[in-house]
């Protein structure tokens, strides 16, 4: 049976996320050393990244879940699994696999502030600035890429491609 990555071709190995993962992970540890912090993980998108990151992070943390869609393109945004922990007066790290247009990320972050964490950031293995609808910029980016359509680690092509441990890109 053809797998969707046979259609694409390699963009970053597994070996080279693990790398951005470290290198996210120090960030982190640097910033926020001696303190607890909360990762919000959208899901489920950000499910690998978020595991993987917090497994190199050595600090006393706690983890939530959110499912945040889009109902259509362009249109209304939803909320249909909220986070279940209090996370007023503490520091909270949303974590993304891609950030395009950041129409979820930035309802996510406005509903988040709603319940006054101590600080809120973002981090982000990728970032696509060239696909911004909204002005939100993550205070960890592990790699700036083109608009490219990308799938594995994760991100997924109609639910496929997400189990692949590489990230492919749509061959030109």
Same mark, same amino acid.
């Given at each position: 049976?053809?797998?969707?990555?046979?259609?694409?071709?390699?963009?970053?190995?597994?070996?080279?996320?693990?790398? $951005?993962?470290?290198?996210?992970?120090?960030?982190?540890?640097?910033?926020?050393?001696?303190?607890?912090?909360?990762?919000?993980?959208?899901?489920?998108?950000?499910?690998?990244?978020?595991?993987? $990151?917090?497994?190199?992070?050595?600090?006393?943390?706690?983890?939530?879940?959110?499912?945040?869609?889009?109902?259509?393109?362009?249109?209304?945004?939803?909320?249909? *699994?909220?986070?279940?922990?209090?996370? &007023?007066?503490?520091?909270?790290?949303?974590?993304?696999?891609?950030?395009?247009?950041?129409? &979820? $990320?930035?309802?996510? *972050?406005?509903?988040?502030?709603?319940?006054?964490?101590?600080?809120?950031?973002?981090? &982000? $293995?990728?970032?696509?600035?060239?696909?911004?609808?909204?002005?939100?910029?993550?205070?960890?980016?592990? *790699?700036?890429?083109?608009?490219?359509?990308?799938?594995?680690?994760?991100?997924?092509?109609?639910?496929?491609?997400?189990?692949?441990?590489?990230?492919?890109?749509?061959?030109?």
């Amino acid at each position: 049976m053809a797998q969707i990555k046979d259609e694409m071709t390699s963009f970053l190995s597994k070996e080279d996320i693990a790398k $951005l993962v470290s290198k996210l992970a120090s960030q982190i540890e640097s910033d926020y050393e001696g303190k607890e912090i909360i990762f919000i993980c959208p899901l489920r998108g950000s499910i690998h990244f978020a595991a993987d $990151l917090m497994r190199k992070v050595e600090l006393m943390q706690q983890v939530d879940f959110v499912y945040v869609q889009s109902t259509e393109k362009g249109g209304a945004i939803r909320m249909t *699994k909220d986070i279940s922990l209090n996370i &007023t007066g503490k520091d909270v790290i949303i974590i993304e696999e891609v950030i395009d247009t950041a129409r &979820t $990320l930035s309802f996510l *972050k406005s509903r988040l502030l709603a319940s006054h964490p101590a600080s809120l950031r973002i981090v &982000t $293995l990728l970032d696509k600035p060239a696909r911004r609808e909204l002005p939100i910029r993550a205070d960890y980016i592990g *790699k700036t890429i083109e608009d490219r359509y990308v799938v594995g680690y994760g991100m997924d092509s109609e639910e496929l491609g997400r189990n692949y441990s590489d990230i492919y890109v749509l061959r030109n």
